[in-house]
Structures are given as structure tokens and as C-alpha cells.
């Protein structure tokens, strides 16, 4: 079965005020948990359910990815990501996720060709940049000129044309990098570098950060490949914070750029893709090895909100897979670099160490996320620690679109609309300013 889901049974919800009980269907996928259909419950009982951060709540069906946070897997439309990381490319994995399928070598070369062929940005979006700040942080600057998109592709928003909505969705996926070398670039003072039909996605992405016009600049391939691991790791993660604002957003009919846009704030916050900005930020913070039993017991008695960066997650109770593959491509991209040594590497292998062994990170299921380990890799490549954020963003794109296009597709989509426990004030009138008293 892929794509559909069947009853399973029934569950009945008695309340105990009212002693009356009603019956709801139970609903299986391929694999997962089983849900309860709710839908008609207001309509049957009047009430709502009440779940903060969808802990136990599933808002949508979907056929894109699947993750087992109890035993640390994760699937795209059913490969594990492990054997995408060692044997695919990102341009295969993000064909996989639009499409469902892997393609054939002549699909293949036919979306790498579409997509090379939409890696320009309208020339006017270079003077949108400079409306910014120098210092500006790059996910600012990404907010603000990914959101601008729909001013300059007016021709791709009707969400109801499939053709629009594949046409959409490649103008994202292609022009990102170069959006986010732009936003770079910016930074940096230097001239914006155009993107090069004749490389790779990736390879593509680190000749637009780093050359200048001056002399000639050559990618070297395994950083290149370690950046393609990268955005294959980060390409999709089922229904995240920053997808499900892509979701939520897509379901009231915004333009597809408006809604990534609001997919990139989202992913921002440190709890979500801002943590590998974050991780670093940490481990300078810790400083040396000898400072982390004083470091983790900040954490460990919330001393000033301090957290652990790159450790929990939501659904992973298990060591994440991604953060696995990032620990062994660290050592291969230090090594290629030439970087005997990397304090910040050995700073983190120790405090993965000790945290995997206190009792508090154990008793909460607390292992390494994907954040963890990424920083290090690109810190180790020349990007900055504000760019790191950016970078998950590329590769999410993919995933947003993906998800985006099958909610769109979904002929159960409704618009977004949660509704709320209220625990403000019964009615009352209005009083005029002089009898309010003082
Ligand atoms: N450091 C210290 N304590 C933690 C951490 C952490 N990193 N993560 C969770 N906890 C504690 C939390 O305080 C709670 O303890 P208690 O039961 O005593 O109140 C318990 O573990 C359960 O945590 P939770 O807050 O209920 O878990 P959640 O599912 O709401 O949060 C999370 C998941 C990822 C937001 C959280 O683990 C976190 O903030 N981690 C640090 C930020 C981070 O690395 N984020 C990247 C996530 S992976 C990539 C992505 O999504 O973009």
C-alpha cells in the first residue's frame, strides 16, 4: 500500500459527564502509529481536542518521508537515508522526492538540464540586496528575497495549474543557492558571482560563494561531495516546524515563494535549523574540554535557559541517523583539508561522550541531531557560522516544495485552522475611561 490508508477499527471516546459515547475510525498507513479520525468530532460531541505542539497529532497524510524515532530511521519515499547519503546525489534525491521515483538516467539528466537552466535570478533582484544592511544576517536577507520571488515570477503562482506549480517549484530549488551566495556575497562586500551551467548543484553552490572574478577558482570535489551529502541530509524530515508553516501557509492558496518564505522564518529559530549556528556558538563558548561537566550542569538545572545545541529531538528517541553520517563525512572533510587537529571536533566528540553518559541525557532519550556535527563540516569549508543556517535552507527547499505540491494535490487539504482551549476573560461590558479608577 503507498499512498493510501485503510480502517483499521474503531475507538470509543465515552464522556463520563454525559455518559455518552461515541465511535471513531482508526486509521493505518504503511507504517507508523495508528491514528484516530477525529474529524467529525466537534460535529458528534462538541468539543475539541487539545494538543500544544502536535505531539500526538497527525495534520496530514503524506507519502514523502518516514521516520521510526524509536529505532533512529529515516526514509525517503522508502530509502534510507544512509544508503542515499553514500550512493545518490542531491539532484536524484531531489527527482525522488517531487516525483516519488527515482529517475531514469535519461529523467535524470533531463531534471539536472531543467533545473541548470533556472539558476539565474531576474538581474533586478541584485538591486533588492542592497536595500540590506552590509552586516545584515544572510537568513534575513533569504526571508526578505526569497518572499520577493513572486514579484518577479508572477507567471508560476496559480497554485492550480500543475504546470505553474512544477514550474514554481524548480525556480526554487535552482535559484536558492544562488539567492544564498548572493546574500553571502553581500556580506562579504564582494561582487555577486553568476551561477555555472557546466557544474554540479552543489559544486555549483560553493563556486558562486567562493570565487571572485580576480582569478580562477576550482571546487575542490570532495568538498563538493561533502556539500551534496549535506543537502541530501537535509532535504526533507516529514512534518516538521518549518514544513508544516509551508503546509499551513499553502493551505489558505498563498503563492508558492510566499510560503517558503514563510517555511525559511520558521526554520530560523534555534530550536529548528537555527541550532547549527547555534552548536558552534556553544562550543566557543565551552572553550576547552576541562569546562564541560560545568557547562552541562547549566543545562542540567536550566540555568539561563542553557541547552544542550545539536542534542533532542522531537521524534528521534534514537541516535538521529543524519548526525551519524555527519560524524564520519567531519573526519573525511578535516582530512582532505589537512586539519590534524580540530579543537572544535574534539570538543564535541568529548561532550557527545559525557552527555551520553549522564543520567539525565540518557533518561530523556537525548542524542546528537543532525546539528550536531554539521557546523564543523562547514566551518572546516570557509563558511561562516551565519551562513550555516542558510545552507539547511537550500537543501530544505526541496522538502517544502515536495510537501507543498502533495498539499496541494491532497483532495482532503483544507485551510489551516486550529482551534483553542480560551482561558481569557468571560463577556463583559465595556466601562468608559473615567470609571475605570486609577
Ligand atoms: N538540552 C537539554 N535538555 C533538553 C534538550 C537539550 N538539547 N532537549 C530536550 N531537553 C529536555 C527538556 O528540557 C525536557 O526535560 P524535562 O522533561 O525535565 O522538562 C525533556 O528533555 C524533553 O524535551 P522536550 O522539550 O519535551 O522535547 P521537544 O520534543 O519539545 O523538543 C527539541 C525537541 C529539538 C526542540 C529540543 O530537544 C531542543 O531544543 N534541542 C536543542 C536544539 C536543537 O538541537 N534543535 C535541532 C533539532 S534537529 C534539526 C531541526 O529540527 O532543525
Request: hydrophobic share 40%.
Amino acid at each position: 500500500m503507498d499512498g493510501k490508508n485503510v480502517t483499521t477499527g474503531t475507538v470509543t471516546l465515552t464522556d463520563n459527564t454525559s455518559g455518552k459515547s461515541r465511535e471513531f475510525p482508526v486509521l493505518g498507513g504503511t507504517s507508523g502509529p495508528r491514528v484516530i479520525d477525529i474529524r467529525k468530532l466537534y460535529a458528534e460531541t462538541g468539543m475539541f481536542t487539545f494538543d500544544p505542539g502536535f505531539v500526538a497529532t497527525a495534520s496530514c497524510r503524506s507519502t514523502i518521508t518516514y521516520i521510526d524515532g524509536d529505532e533512529g530511521i529515516l526514509l525517503y519515499r522508502g530509502y534510507p537515508i544512509e544508503e542515499l547519503a553514500e550512493k545518490s546525489d542531491f539532484m536524484e534525491v531531489a527527482y525522488l522526492l517531487l516525483y516519488g521515483e527515482l529517475p531514469s538516467a535519461k529523467q535524470k539528466e533531463q531534471f539536472f538540464h531543467d533545473i541548470t537552466y533556472h539558476t539565474m535570478v531576474h538581474e533586478q533582484l541584485a538591486s533588492f540586496y542592497r536595500g540590506f544592511r552590509r552586516d545584515a544576517h544572510p537568513m534575513a536577507v533569504l526571508c526578505g528575497v526569497v518572499g520577493a520571488l513572486s514579484a518577479f515570477y508572477h507567471d508560476s503562482t496559480d497554485i492550480h495549474d500543475p504546470h505553474q506549480r512544477m514550474v514554481a517549484s524548480y525556480r526554487l530549488i535552482a535559484k536558492m543557492p544562488t539567492i544564498a551566495a548572493m546574500a553571502y556575497k553581500y556580506n562579504l562586500g564582494q561582487p555577486f558571482v553568476y551561477p555555472k551551467n557546466s557544474l554540479h548543484y552543489a559544486e555549483n553552490f560553493l563556486h558562486m560563494c567562493f570565487a571572485v572574478p580576480c582569478e580562477e577558482v576550482k571546487v575542490n570535489p570532495v568538498l563538493a561531495r561533502a556539500m551534496d551529502r549535506i543537502f541530501i541530509l537535509h532535504a526533507d524530515h516529514e512534518q516538521n516546524a518549518s514544513t508544516s508553516t509551508v503546509r499551513l501557509a499553502g493551505s489558505s492558496g498563498a503563492n508558492p515563494f510566499a510560503c517558503i518564505a514563510a517555511g525559511i522564518a520558521s526554520l530560523w529559530g534555534p530550536a529548528h535549523g537555527g541550532a547549527n549556528e547555534a552548536v558552534l556558538k556553544m562550543l566557543a563558548q565551552i572553550g576547552s574540554r576541562d569546562h564541560i561537566p560545568e557547562f552541562l550542569r547549566r543545562v542540567k538545572t536550566h540555568q539561563d535557559h542553557t541547552m544542550l545545541m545539536g542534542f533532542g529531538h522531537r521524534v528521534y528517541k534514537h541516535y538521529d541517523p543524519r548526525a551519524h553520517v555527519l560524524r564520519q563525512s567531519c573526519h573525511e572533510v578535516l582530512d582532505e583539508l589537512g586539519i590534524k587537529n580540530e579543537p572544535l571536533l574534539d570538543l564535541a566528540m568529548e561532550l557527545e561522550r559525557i552527555a551520553l553518559q549522564d543520567d539525565y541525557f540518557v533518561s530523556r532519550k537525548l542524542y546528537p541531531n543532525v546539528d550536531f556535527y554539521s557546523g564543523i563540516i562547514l566551518r572546516a569549508m570557509g563558511f561562516p557560522t551565519s551562513l550555516f543556517t542558510v545552507l539547511f535552507a537550500i537543501a530544505r527547499t526541496v522538502g517544502w516544495v515536495a510537501q507543498w505540491n502533495e498539499s496541494i494535490e491532497d483532495p482532503d487539504s483544507k485551510i489551516g485552522r486550529p482551534r483553542q482551549l480560551f482561558i481569557g476573560s468571560a463577556p463583559r461590558h465595556y466601562v468608559a475611561v473615567e470609571k475605570r479608577g486609577s
